[in-house]
């Protein structure tokens, strides 16, 4: 497996345009995280799914953030009007569920990092 | 609210010795502890997963232990070595709501 596949690697877009990140899941996995990192506040989680449901949300800071999974192998995180603020990296995650007897050991992305100007 | 906390946050040391990192979470109700390592630039590569009801793990010169009653996780590397500077960070899965907390991470430097 290629692992977990984030897209683009890089992003640099103007305040007030729309962004999107995507993710592609290792295959078999039905648990999603997406994260946002920065220096002051480390590793945060924004939102994640389980079998393509979104569970908890609470993370995301506005309603200018929206994520979807329409399916298992595929996921957005949607920016829309994005600020500077929003300048980090983003990580997309993927494992098998808890409820799975399975190994439920985490992998992540390579990140895209985005920067609003 | 689940909190994660990695001391110290910086460390360096001499090539070769052995050093302890540390985790602690404030809520005990977990499923697993995962200890990833991140270089600069770079995503986080997970180095060993303990699953509660499990004690320690060992991969390599890489040790982790759990305590999960005392919310306590302690990653041990032997014989460091330069290739082994970078932040390495720990998560904890809850089992109440399957979500994983992440501390800040420990900076870890090795002097050649």
């Known amino acids: 497996d290629a692992g977990v596949i984030q897209s683009p690697r890089h992003e640099v877009t103007e305040m007030g345009q729309e962004v999107t990140l995507r993710c592609k899941p290792i295959?078999?996995?039905?648990?999603l995280f997406w994260y946002r990192q920065t220096m002051m506040r480390g590793l945060e989680l924004l939102i994640y799914?389980?079998?393509?449901?979104?569970?908890?949300d609470s993370g995301m800071p506005e309603d200018r953030f929206s994520a979807k999974m329409p399916n298992a192998s595929f996921s957005t995180l949607k920016i829309q009007p994005s600020e500077p603020r929003d300048s980090a990296v983003y990580f997309c995650?993927?494992?098998?569920?808890?409820?799975?007897?399975?190994?439920?050991?985490?992998?992540f992305g390579q990140g895209t990092r985005l920067t609003v100007v | 609210k689940q909190e994660v906390t990695q001391i110290p946050a910086a460390l360096s040391v001499p090539e070769g010795e052995n050093l302890v990192l540390n985790c602690s979470f404030t809520?005990?109700?977990?499923?697993?502890l995962q200890w990833f390592r991140q270089d600069p630039g770079k995503g986080l590569t997970s180095l060993l997963l303990?699953?509660?009801?499990?004690r320690e793990q060992t991969s390599g010169r890489l040790n982790a232990s759990l305590d999960k009653s005392s919310g306590r996780s302690t990653l041990y590397i032997a014989a460091s070595q330069p290739g082994d500077s970078a932040t390495y960070l720990c998560?904890?899965?809850?089992?109440?709501?399957?979500?994983?907390?992440f501390g800040k991470g420990t900076r870890l430097h090795i002097l050649p």
């Open positions: 809520d005990s109700a977990i499923y697993n």
């Open positions: 998560a904890v899965r809850e089992t109440r709501d399957d979500k994983i907390i």
């Open positions: 995650a993927s494992s098998r569920g808890r409820g799975n007897a399975m190994n439920t050991e985490a992998f």
């Open positions: 303990i699953q509660s009801s499990q």
């Open positions: 799914f389980n079998n393509n449901v979104p569970i908890d």
């Open positions: 295959s078999g996995h039905n648990s």
